[in-house]
């Protein structure tokens, strides 16, 4: 039978062989022609792998509130362990798992909007919100303002996801596209976050509060958005053709 510390450590390993899938295979999406072959095999991979990680996540972060082994003894702020290693991961993978989960909703529903209003759907929504509500109110308390920034974003993104789920008007076919790519984007910035701001302290412990690392991920994954964004638009502009100066209207 595995002991606490053993477990632990299996489940490292297995949270960075499925993080490293799924950090490697989040750009392919990204890069590759948007629809096509490639790049819902790419997707995939990258989902499948965050889902796993996600899940790990939450499980170690459990073992680092309830376990019985002391983890981490470099750390002496015992509270702001908690925070980092517990309820900030907990929360993290919490919002990967609802990232992911509602970019692949998004495309299966996307004829019928209202199936995201299901209870399968909202409790996912709700338990991010609930996560990051606490790690939001934690940071505060421990007086780590990045701990609040993170819970902040999550919170508006699943608030955002909700006003597309329940606004009373239909959007156009072709919103759900926009919807889909802003979630998996999101995952790849929550998945980011969390293993340059939670995994690398066991690298080099001194850099886990810079906020230049807690910043990148975010920093980079919006632009991506605008970028992509406004792409979209130009291309889905309607095209008029130019008619020469002074010509006549054709006669009935």
């Known amino acids: 039978m595995l002991t606490g510390m ?13 993080g490293a899938v799924g950090l ?3 750009w392919g999406p990204i890069v590759t022609k948007k629809g096509a072959r490639l790049h819902r095999k790419w997707g995939r991979a990258a989902c499948y792998g965050f889902l796993g990680a996600g899940a790990l996540a939450i499980a170690m972060a459990l073992l680092s509130l309830y ?3 002391y983890r981490h003894p470099e750390v002496t702020d015992r509270a702001l362990y908690e925070g980092l290693f517990g309820w900030m991961m907990l929360y993290l993978g919490t919002l990967t798992i609802g990232f992911v989960d509602y970019g692949l909703a998004v495309v299966k529903h996307s004829r019928d909007r209202r199936a995201l ?5 909202q409790a996912v ?24 920034l993170v819970a902040v974003i999550g919170i508006v993104s699943m608030l955002i ?3 597309y789920i329940w606004r009373p008007a239909e959007p156009l076919r072709t919103t759900y596209i926009g919807e889909h790519f802003r979630a998996l984007i999101g995952m790849g910035i929550s998945a980011y976050t969390a293993f340059l701001s939670v995994g690398l302290i066991r690298l080099v412990p001194e850099e ?17 958005i605008l970028y992509f964004t406004v792409k979209g638009k130009k291309t889905a502009a309607p095209r008029t053709s130019a008619k020469p100066s002074g010509a006549r209207p054709h006669p009935q």
């Open 117 to 121: 209003r299901a209870v399968r759907y």
């Open 6 to 18: 053993t477990l632990f450590h299996a489940l490292v390993v297995l949270h960075v062989v499925t």
């Open 125 to 148: 929504i709700a338990a991010v919100i609930a996560s990051g509500a606490w790690c939001g109110i934690y940071g505060w308390q421990v007086r780590h303002p990045l701990m609040v």
């Open 67 to 69: 376990g019985p082994e």
């Open 208 to 224: 886990v509060f810079n906020p230049a690392i807690w910043a990148g991920p975010s920093v980079i994954g919006v632009s991506l």
């Open 24 to 26: 490697t295979a989040f």
């Open 161 to 163: 996801q909700q006003l």
